[in-house]
């Protein structure tokens, strides 16, 4: 009797599934909570940037003046972001904490920004004192809209246009030069666009040599010098618009300009040899009939030829600099 021979078989095993990797769009994900201090910087961010973006159109949306008064509000910003933190419905809170606060800074500005302070005009002037030989005039400004020029039969006189802000100063002599400061104080300023500001409109004298001192904000300035015998000129500005023309009244004159985001343009007479100083950030410059002589100097063509010379310095953040020739 044959015997069969025994046989096993064996069954393989399955193999384990693998565990599933949640999706990072998987629904234990928690959501993002709204924050009162992520919010807080957003707006302060956008504002700054609305405010740059309307001074540079001109629009005088002055808002940042009262704007910096309200800071104590960050305090209490930066202690309900802590306290709300965790909290079931923190985010719905915030949101409207938040929108309790932006209302009472509106309240605020409205206030303190009111069409109620009337535009007024004011007139100032300087006489020359006896004994004077030169002039030293030195205005110290806010954010203000200068018109410049000279013809003026005192060593200064003008009008000065603003919403509770003054314009005020004296004279002094110092052996044979007049020392003039006038200073202004701002008046309330508008935080709508086309809101209320400053203009002051000045005349400097043309019957002796002028130390001209500027300084001022954020400011449109238009400067008119060609009568005006003007020996040295110092021009400290913010973001600023400047439209400068000089004249060749002195044999040796200088003239130096420090801005922020500027747009600046100067005239130059034909009769001046000029050497020009640039000291630029990321700007754009258009300097016709100059050669340069080294890493931001520049000498006008044919300034050997000329009796009558400027220094020129100009140093500036991110700006459009032309130069004319007249």
Avoid at 83 to 94: D, E, N, P, Y
Avoid at 312 to 319: D, F, H, K, P, Y
Wanted: net charge negative; charged share 15%; proline share 5%.
């Amino acid at each position: 009797m044959t015997t069969e021979p025994h046989v096993t078989t064996s069954i393989p095993t399955p193999s384990p599934a693998p565990t599933p990797v949640p999706s990072p769009t998987s629904k234990h994900q928690k959501p993002r909570r709204f924050s009162v201090w992520r919010f807080a910087i957003g707006a302060v961010v956008v504002l700054f940037g609305a405010q740059l973006l309307a001074n540079n159109y001109g629009w005088h949306w002055t808002v940042a003046f009262e704007v910096w008064k309200l800071w104590p509000i960050i305090i209490i910003l930066i202690g309900l972001s802590i306290f709300l933190r965790g909290h079931t419905g923190a985010g719905l809170m915030g949101f409207l904490v938040t929108l309790v606060f932006i209302g009472f800074c509106s309240l605020v500005l409205m206030q303190t920004s009111s069409p109620s302070h009337a535009m007024t005009t004011s007139t100032f002037s300087e006489q020359k004192i006896d004994g004077a030989v030169t002039a030293a005039v030195t205005l110290k400004l806010g954010a203000v809209s200068v018109d410049l020029q000279g013809g003026s039969a005192e060593v200064i006189s003008g009008t000065y246009r603003s919403a509770g802000g003054s314009f005020s100063g004296m004279s002094t002599l110092s052996g044979e030069q007049q020392e003039t400061t006038y200073t202004t104080t701002n008046g309330t300023p508008g935080w709508w666009f086309g809101g209320l500001h400053n203009d002051l409109h000045m005349r400097l004298t043309n019957d002796i040599p002028v130390t001209l001192s500027l300084d001022t904000g954020a400011a449109d300035l238009t400067a008119d010098l060609s009568s005006v015998q003007l020996a040295d000129a110092t021009i400290k500005s913010g973001a600023s618009s400047l439209n400068i023309t000089l004249g060749d009244l002195v044999d040796t004159s200088s003239v130096s300009i420090d801005a922020g985001a500027s747009s600046i343009d100067i005239t130059l007479p034909s009769t001046l040899g000029v050497t020009l100083h640039l000291d630029t950030g990321a700007s754009s410059k258009t300097v016709p009939r100059f050669t340069k002589q080294s890493d931001g100097t520049y000498v006008s063509d044919g300034a050997g030829d000329h009796n009558k010379k400027l220094e020129l310095r100009v140093t500036t953040g991110a700006s459009n600099i032309d130069i004319h020739w007249k």
